[in-house]
């Protein structure tokens, strides 16, 4: 019996192994699948463990979740090259601003994510199951985009408490995934909030995934990504009318840095 199912799980992975060397498109949905099934029982198994070891949702859990996540970038053959790691050793909280490009973002992000950080996501993630629990018990901030006045009066809470409780806070600014190779236009919550905390932002760019994975082109094969970790921007004395000067200014840098890591340094033209 044991024989049978043994044989049984060796030709199915015989199968999908041939699948992905005939087909592209087989290929990209066997890899992002079985990275799918890994977040799915990451999440599944790392819960209880959050559970028992932090009582519950607190940004502490971020600690056992990133362990656990920094672990699958060698199931797919991901290699990261990290520079300006001292950047986040800023006193107290700061807004963490990166480019958003794929679900595969969130290897990237715990590579180098600092202690007691938690991201802001759409709240529609909450209900995807197990990855919901865990981004749940990570402690971290839903917010309805498509209800402008409901983000700003979460954001409006989150800069009071922030000081209080020295924790940094992650924002996509593009507020969606984006796999262009370029940024998006940048939303201004982020750089609302910094200015209403008073808290620097530090720029985080990680380069263009492009090269190895592109779900048009069904390309996802392995590959380096170079991430920097920028030097935090003051804005200590800014007020609300200086937040789009901020905001083209960390885009401006962003965008650079992207070119620069992707190997497409002097393509800078105007934006958006
Ligand atoms: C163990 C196994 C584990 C397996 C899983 C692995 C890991 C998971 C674990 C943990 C990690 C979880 C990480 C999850 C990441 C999820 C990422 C996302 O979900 S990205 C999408 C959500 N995020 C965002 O949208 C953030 C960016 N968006 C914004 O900041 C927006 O500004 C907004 C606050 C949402 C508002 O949206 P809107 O479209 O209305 O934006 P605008 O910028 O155009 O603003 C309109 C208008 O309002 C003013 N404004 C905006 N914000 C504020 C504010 N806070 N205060 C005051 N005013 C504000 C803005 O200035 C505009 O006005 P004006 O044009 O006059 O300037
Ligand atoms: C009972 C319901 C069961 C539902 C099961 C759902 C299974 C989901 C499984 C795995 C999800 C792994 C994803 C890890 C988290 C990725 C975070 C992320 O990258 O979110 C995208 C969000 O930033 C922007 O969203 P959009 O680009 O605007 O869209």
Known sequence: MELGWLL??????????????LSAAANFAVRLGFYYLLCVLGSALTAPVCVLVNG??????MRIIKAVVKTFKYFFGLRFEVKGLENFEVEGP????????????MMGL?????????????????????VGLIIYL???????????????????????????ENVKVWVYPEGTRNCTGDLLPFKK????????????????????????????????????????VLPPIETKGLTSDDVSDL?????????????????????VKDSS
């Not at 985009?145 to 954001?155: L, P």
């Not at 530090?202 to 048009?216: H, L």
Request: aromatic share 8%.
């Open 110 to 130: 715990m590579e180098v994510l600092p202690d007691d950080c938690v991201q802001v996501a759409k709240k529609e993630l909450v209900y995807a199951g197990p």
């Open 247 to 267: 905001t083209d200014r960390c885009f401006h840098i962003m965008r650079e840095t992207l070119f620069k890591l992707s190997g497409r340094p002097g393509e």
């Open 94 to 105: 700061a807004i963490i601003v990166s480019n958003h490009q794929s679900v595969l973002d």
């Open 56 to 61: 519950g949702r607190t940004v502490k859990n």
């Open 189 to 228: 919550g982020a750089f609302h909030l910094a200015v209403q905390a008073q808290v620097p932002v530090i720029p985080v760019v990680y380069s263009s995934f492009t090269t190895f994975y592109n779900p048009k082109k069904n390309l996802f094969t392995s590959g380096k990504i170079k991430v920097e």
């Open 138 to 164: 990570g402690g971290v901030i839903f917010i309805n985009r498509k209800s402008t006045d409901s983000a700003k009066m979460v954001m409006a809470e989150v800069a009071k408490t922030m000081a209080a």
């Open 8 to 21: 049984w799980g060796a030709a199915l992975l015989l199968g999908l192994h041939v699948l992905t060397e």
